[in-house]
């Protein structure tokens, strides 16, 4: 079974890591989720920054 990564650099999915590691956000079990990754990363971002503030 494949592995897919997003490239946050050329913001494209990869099947296979094809990239330096320091540019790709995964491994993903399907190209889906590979390109629903930024979204993802931008709630969780949303989500510790509401909590911080709640904290302090």
Do not use: C, F, H
Request: hydrophobic content about 30%.
């Amino acid at each position: 079974m494949s592995e897919y990564w997003y490239n946050v650099v050329t913001k494209q999915v990869e099947e296979g890591p094809q990239s330096d590691w320091s540019k790709l956000l995964g491994p993903y079990q399907s190209r889906a989720e590979a390109e629903g990754a930024i979204a993802q990363v931008q709630a969780n971002n949303e989500r510790w920054d509401d909590a911080e503030d709640e904290e302090g």
